[in-house]
């Protein structure tokens, strides 16, 4: 073990009528009585550690301003003159650090003269020097301690930052020490410090939904009221269920956090208690940004899912959702009624399911209603209906028969889903508008404000179509769609098309129109997908962000997508 010593050193006092250092007594820094008369201030603490804490100082780093690296002014030794610093050393060496004081003090310079603003430097320099003092014992452990003494008015404050930066490297904190002259006692003020620890720790519970700080501060202490115990407890559940993010343990644990926190709130002014009282001072940032889920009801998800993306927690907002909207849209909110049979024996599958899912969340995810291969096939045919048009502009002649308003409900009843025909619709009169007029496809630019449907050829037409002659453009735009897959379309994925089947063959009954569920649907698939952490590019295009120049993360993409998603639900409800 290690002991290590921060102090900034103060100038000895001199009575200036006789010649002589002040002295002070402290009747706490030693159990001999010869022993407690000190002669610098910052003696007493050093005294302090090694006799009473026996833990004398390995190391002293202290601040050395210019005053006391002089002289004492009118004050010799022998008749020799000795400077602040040097009397410090005197002092302590022979019967707490040995005759090797010159390897123990470690000085970093101070100007006094300079702004309070210019300290940074100081302090940086110093936390690192005691860093790598720490680097160097590597195979003992080093505990800090701090005389928070001596030295100049601003002096605390710089020597707290030192400590709370060697501490959040990993140094264990000591003594913090404080002489005091008037009542004539060295005081450990670590209370006062181990205060940071609570107020950081409230604020790692609020941006990061960890407790473990908090429980730290409190752990082993006896002023601890129960109502605070159960918060305490309470804000652990619910910082587990966060990590776990199952909607269940979710739910359970904010209900949890809502009593606690009510019952804790209760007590005010009922309870007389320094660690309660301290806890309550905590309250105000805490119902800052928990405000939310304290106040509506612990199955409001969309309100818990929207907390989570303010707050950051992406892939908590990722599961929950994927875990919350089938129950929201079935059961919670019941904007989707379920043909009994079809309930009934997808309930019988959750009874039987290992992983304890929730019998909507299978519904949506893992039924697997008899017939819905048809749905596939008919999008076979769709596509192929598709290539038919384009072979047809080719040649100058017309398709649209088959894809007019009248066939769009005919062919939504077959099972396309209503996106896709609209798509592919636009997408054939925007291809005979270039058959028709080729000048149009003069460059990129005029396509993009001249036809109906632009994502299409950013998607299909490869860029290089756009440098060659006009007059090849349109047919090298038309032979860009020949190969299209009913497969691999944008946006329709099995889940969506099975669902789809299951609503236009009346097992699932809707409460408002298909047209404004569907795209819920699908949005919530995507994100599932995007839970499980696949295809994020093909998923996710880039973009520029609104408020910069760069390009979106794709964390910013997944809060936008699923934000859009909540206001899409919101409007349903």
């Not at 003696?43 to 804490?53: C, G, N, P």
């Not at 290992?354 to 909507?360: G, L, T």
């Amino acid at each position: 073990m290690k002991n290590i010593l921060l102090l900034f050193l103060s100038d000895v006092k001199v009575d200036k009528n006789t010649g002589i250092v002040s002295t002070a007594t402290y009747s706490n820094i030693s159990k001999n009585e010869d022993e407690r008369t000190t002669e610098t201030t910052n003696e007493s603490a050093v005294r302090y550690l090694a006799k009473i804490k026996n833990a004398p100082p390995d190391k002293i780093f202290y601040f050395a301003s210019k005053t006391v690296k002089a002289p004492i002014k009118n004050f010799t030794v022998d008749g020799k003159e000795i400077s602040h610093v040097k009397y410090f050393e005197n002092r302590i060496k022979n019967d707490i650090v040995g005759n090797d004081i010159e390897k123990v003090m470690e000085p970093c310079e101070f100007d006094e003269d300079a702004a309070m603003s210019k300290t940074m430097d100081t302090v940086i320099e110093m936390a690192s020097k005691i860093q790598a003092y720490v680097e160097t014992e590597k195979n003992d452990k080093v505990t800090l301690h701090v005389d928070m003494t001596g030295g100049m008015r601003h002096a605390s404050l710089m020597m707290l930052v030192i400590t709370r930066l060697i501490q959040y490297s990993g140094v264990k904190i000591g003594y913090i020490l404080y002489s005091n002259f008037h009542r004539g006692i060295v005081e450990e003020s670590n209370d006062i410090y181990n205060l940071f620890d609570l107020i950081s720790g409230a604020e790692e519970f609020v941006r990061f939904g960890s407790v473990e700080a908090i429980q730290s501060y409190f752990e082993g202490k006896k002023d601890v009221p129960g109502v605070l115990k159960n918060l305490l407890d309470a804000m652990k559940k619910f910082a587990d269920a966060i990590k776990i993010s199952r909607r269940m343990e979710f739910q359970k644990a904010l209900e949890g956090l809502q009593t606690a926190y009510k019952k804790f709130n209760e007590e005010a002014g009922n309870i007389s208690s320094l660690n309660y009282n301290l806890m309550q001072q905590m309250k105000s940032r805490i119902i800052q940004e928990y405000s939310t889920l304290l106040t509506n009801k612990a199955d409001d998800y969309i309100s818990i899912i929207d907390w989570c993306l303010a707050h950051g927690y992406i892939q908590q907002s990722l599961t929950l959702y994927t875990e919350c909207l089938p129950y929201m849209l079935i059961t919670k909110n019941a904007v989707i009624d379920v043909e009994e049979n079809l309930k009934n024996a997808v309930i019988n599958q959750a009874e039987k399911d290992r992983m304890n899912r929730e019998w909507e969340y299978l519904l949506l995810n893992e039924s697997d209603p008899e017939g819905y291969p048809t749905i596939f096939e008919t999008y076979r045919n769709f596509i192929n209906q598709v290539k038919s048009a384009i072979v047809l502009i080719k040649s100058n002649q017309p398709y649209i028969d088959d894809f007019n308003d009248d066939k769009r409900e005919d062919w939504i009843s077959q099972g396309i889903i209503f996106w896709d025909f609209d798509e592919f619709k636009n997408l054939l009169q925007d291809l005979q508008t270039l058959k028709s007029v080729p000048n149009l496809a003069a460059d990129s630019d005029t396509v993009a404000e001249n036809l109906t449907t632009l994502y299409s050829f950013w998607n299909f037409i490869p860029k290089d179509i756009f440098a060659k002659p006009v007059a090849e453009r349109v047919d090298e735009i038309l032979n860009a769609f020949a190969p299209i897959n009913p497969d691999n379309l944008r946006k329709t994925n099995s889940n969506t098309l099975i669902t789809h089947y299951m609503i236009i063959n009346n097992m699932l009954k809707l409460k408002v129109d298909e047209e404004k569920i569907l795209p819920i649907i699908e949005r919530y698939f995507i994100i599932k997908v995007e839970r499980n952490d696949i295809a994020h590019a093909r998923l996710m295009p880039k973009e520029k962000s609104s408020d910069s120049n760069l390009e979106k993360t794709h964390a910013e993409f997944l809060k936008d997508y699923m934000q859009q998603g909540l206001d899409e639900y919101s409007e349903i409800i």
